[in-house]
Nanobody, 124 residues
Framework: VQLQASGGGLVQTGGSLRLSCAAS????????MGWFRQAPGKEREFVGA????????YDTDSVKGRFTISRDNAKNTVYLQMNSLKPEDTAVYYC??????????????????WGQGTLVTVSS
């Protein structure tokens, strides 16, 4: 599967952005899709993921309640809605996917398809 992320940009503190990740391929609905981010000078971190069932998980307390992941299997697209953005959310955001046929969650290291990243900059 090929992934194309979009929707990044410059936003003020407290603002919102919605990132999209369009996937090619006919088995998108069998993939767990995740969002990761990498801030300048920091390691990439797992933000959250959405199962093919629609269940979601968020790995970092810093985004819980502010970020929401959703997917539209008919459009082969996954979204990351980001609200109440803070300067510390500034990062390159990557979507990723893994073919996953069980109801468990894959470890972040199992994601093996990656989009190119989209930059989100939150100004203070």
């Amino acid at each position: 599967v090929q992934l194309q992320a979009s929707g990044g940009g410059l936003v003020q503190t407290g603002g919102s952005l919605r990132l999209s990740c369009a996937a090619s391929g006919r088995t998108f609905s069998e993939y767990v899709m995740g969002w990761f981010r990498q801030a300048p000078g920091k390691e990439r971190e797992f933000v959250g993921a959405i199962h093919w069932s629609g269940a979601t998980t968020y790995d970092t307390d810093s985004v819980k309640g502010r970020f929401t992941i959703s997917r539209d299997n008919a459009k082969n697209t996954v979204y990351l809605q980001m609200n109440s953005l803070k300067p510390e959310d500034t990062a390159v955001y990557y979507c990723a996917g893994v073919l996953w046929l069980t109801t468990t969650w894959p470890a972040p290291g199992r994601f093996n398809y990656w989009g190119q990243g989209t930059l989100v900059t939150v100004s203070s």
